[in-house]
């Protein structure tokens, strides 16, 4: 039997946009299927058996209510490497305007200016998930997505470099 997909362990569409209350609730309605308090009582490999669950729901949840883990997932699904490992070519505006976010963090005189700086990153990375979100549920241009994805982890890895 295959495994199933995270989409599937919750019960919901494959798809970038997604409720994330409703993902919340699936998953805390998972969860409480495999409770370890649920077990305490049964044999060992039962036990072992709902830790598995445990483990596979929370790797699922952790995917699906990530936006950049969730379009590689469906990259993939869908055929499309990423290949974050191994590709880290980028056109040539878009990393002109990382240089540029950088210098403007380094030459930041406070509070304020890094402030503006990241403001700035995070509606940049807004207009990139609302592009993705396009790409991927309604054209399915899986190349589009795949470029796209790997804009969002340029920006949130400097999001996450330059955090408050």
């Known amino acids: 039997m295959a495994q199933m997909t995270p989409f599937e362990l919750f019960g919901l569409k494959p798809a970038f946009k997604v409720d994330l209350e409703a993902l919340h609730a699936a998953h805390e309605r998972a969860i409480l299927q495999v409770h370890p308090d649920r077990f305490a009582d049964r044999p060992a490999a039962e036990r072992r058996v709902a830790e598995q669950w445990a483990s596979r729901i929370n790797e699922a949840y952790a995917v699906l209510k990530d936006p950049v883990k969730r379009a590689v997932w469906l990259c993939e699904a869908a055929g499309r490497s990423v290949g974050a490992e191994?590709?880290?070519r980028m056109p040539t505006d878009f990393l002109m305007q990382q240089m540029a976010w950088r210098e403007a963090m380094d030459d930041a005189c406070g509070d304020d200016e890094k402030n503006a700086v990241r403001d700035e990153a995070r509606?940049?990375?807004?207009?990139v998930l609302e592009a993705l979100s396009?790409?991927?549920d309604e054209t399915h241009d899986w190349d589009k997505a795949v470029d796209l994805t790997r804009r969002l982890m340029f920006i949130e890895r400097f999001l996450e470099q330059n955090a408050d």
């Not at 509606?123 to 207009?127: L, N, T, V, W």
């Open 86 to 88: 191994t590709n880290t």
């Open 134 to 136: 396009s790409a991927i």
């Open 123 to 127: 509606g940049a990375a807004d207009k």
